[in-house]
Each structure stands twice: as structure tokens, then as C-alpha cells.
């Protein structure tokens, strides 16, 4: 059996790996921000846990909490809306 070897690939096959390696690393960044979040929230709500029967504390928790909740929204969606802005620009 002989091999043939490919010497260079085509643009549109390396274009595709780049843009598969470039969802993978969205991917992973918004699994980052995701986890921050989560970690975030979790410190809030444990820190404030022992003032929870206070109905002013318990509000700023959850305001505390939402605002977490908005600025990882906003974050992932920098993460994906980013690329392809600049991708109608080019």
C-alpha cells in the first residue's frame, strides 16, 4: 500500500479548522465566565446567609445575586457577539 502525503492543505479546509478552534475557545471562555458567576452568587448568598431574616438584606442579596446574573449575561455575550461584529467589518 503506498501513502500519498499531502503537502498543503486547502484554504477553505484551513479555514475551517480556524474557525472550529475559534468556537472552541468561545466555548471555553463563556464556561469560564459562566463558572466565575456561579462561584460569585455562591459567595454572596453564603456570606449574607446569616442576616437572612433581615427582608432589606434579603432584597440586596437578591439585587446582589441579579446583577452577577446580568453582568455574566453581558460578558458571554461580549464573548460571541464580538468576533462577529468584527467579522462583518472584514
Known amino acids: 500500500m503506498a501513502a500519498t502525503p499531502v503537502l498543503a492543505a486547502s484554504g477553505s479546509e484551513v479555514q475551517g479548522k480556524i474557525s472550529k478552534a475559534l ?20 459567595w454572596i448568598i ?27 449575561a453581558l460578558s458571554a455575550a461580549v464573548i460571541w457577539l464580538l468576533p462577529w461584529f468584527y467579522s462583518l467589518f472584514s
Request: charged share 20%.
Open 46 to 72: 453564603i456570606k449574607r446567609m446569616p442576616d437572612a431574616d433581615d427582608p432589606r438584606e434579603k432584597s440586596e442579596v437578591y439585587h446582589a445575586v441579579g446583577r452577577v446574573a446580568g453582568l455574566v
Open 23 to 42: 468556537q472552541t475557545i468561545q466555548g471555553i471562555l463563556t464556561g469560564i465566565v459562566v463558572l466565575a458567576g456561579v462561584c460569585v452568587a455562591l
